[in-house]
């Protein structure tokens, strides 16, 4: 799938299910119209073999294409240093990731994680301590259907990114170079805020329709469950007032207002997997903020409960 040596900006992205094969392919679909431009899937199994078979198709509710990107791989090593990373695995698999992307990053390589959770970019800057790496957020609803197929389920598939400290060059060309690529996507100058906005909703629900089995709604208008929810709110935004995050007073009720509209029946994808046995981001969601109020000495009672119980279920599956 092409050479990479004659490429003036390598960009790779790593995961390529729902979110990173649905990025990954708008840009990948935009680079093929750019001889500067060489993007990199890092791939693996079934799905990596439709790519480099079939290329990947990508569909939502304006296109349907199919790109094929330089090269498709489950081997970094063939695709050398890079210029930017868009990490797109889950965030349980962040250490794995780190560690198999070592060989594609040079001391000006950028990354940019996309992964649920408030820690990633501090756990990436930890592992990668020479590098500049950017904080990032989606909101979206995409799945990978079969191998090299990717499906825009929703209308709603925003990314927000950026540095908290600077304005790049690297930051204002990857905004264009994705702004280009039909990515409906905003550069803040508050990203830690903007991480924490996504976080403070799908780490609190999450938490608790797993723990109650219920689903989003329920956790507004059932009266017996709306008050565990009102605290679990009141101890995560304790810990972002004590992080310095600056969350804007009136998010509760923005939350409850949008949970409470959310159809019947609908549910977290942390419950779904949990209930089915499968490998869950309870670490990303919950146990980070246990460890937050023990770093902060503040109270995290029903996180603490929540996180506890769930983590003897995890047990009993594997």
């Not at 197929?149 to 264009?176: A, C, P, R, T, W």
């Not at 008050?227 to 995050?245: K, W």
Request: charged letters at 25%; one cysteine or more.
């Amino acid at each position: 799938m092409g050479v990479l040596s004659k490429a003036k900006i390598k960009i790779a992205f790593v995961g390529l299910g729902g979110v990173g094969g649905y990025y990954g392919g708008l840009v990948s679909h935009y680079a093929e119209k750019d001889p500067d431009i060489a993007v990199c899937f890092v791939a693996r199994g079934e799905h990596l073999k439709a790519i480099r078979e079939h290329g990947l198709k990508v569909s939502d509710e304006k296109q349907s294409f199919i790109t094929r990107p330089t090269i498709a791989t489950d081997k970094v090593e063939d695709i050398g240093k890079v210029d930017y990373i868009v990490l797109a695995t889950k965030s349980y698999d962040l250490d794995a990731t780190m560690q198999q992307i070592k060989p594609m990053v040079s001391p000006d390589t950028i990354l940019l994680p996309l992964l649920n959770g408030i820690d990633n970019t501090s756990r990436l800057r930890t592992f990668f301590p020479e590098n500049e790496v950017w904080y990032g957020c989606v909101y979206i609803i995409t799945r990978l259907i079969r191998p090299g197929v990717i499906l825009d389920s929703g209308n709603v598939h925003f990314m927000h990114f950026g540095h908290e400290k600077k304005v790049s060059k690297q930051l204002l060309y990857i905004e264009d170079l994705f702004l280009k690529s039909g990515i409906e996507v905003t550069r803040k100058e508050e990203p830690v805020k903007a991480i924490w906005r996504k976080f403070f909703y799908i780490s609190t629900t999450a938490a608790l329709t797993t723990y109650l089995n219920t689903d989003f709604r329920s956790l507004v208008w059932d009266e017996d469950k709306k008050p565990l929810y009102l605290d679990i709110m009141r101890e995560l935004y304790a810990l972002s007032e004590a992080e310095g995050v600056g969350l804007y007073e009136g998010i509760i009720d923005d939350m409850l207002k949008y949970g409470g509209s959310l159809p019947a029946g609908s549910t977290s994808s942390m419950n779904s997997d949990y209930l089915a046995g499968r490998r869950t981001e309870i670490e990303t969601l919950i146990g980070v903020v246990v460890r937050l109020g023990q770093k902060h000495s503040i109270p995290t009672p029903v996180y603490s409960a929540i996180y506890h119980q769930l983590m003897q279920g995890v047990g009993k599956n594997e």
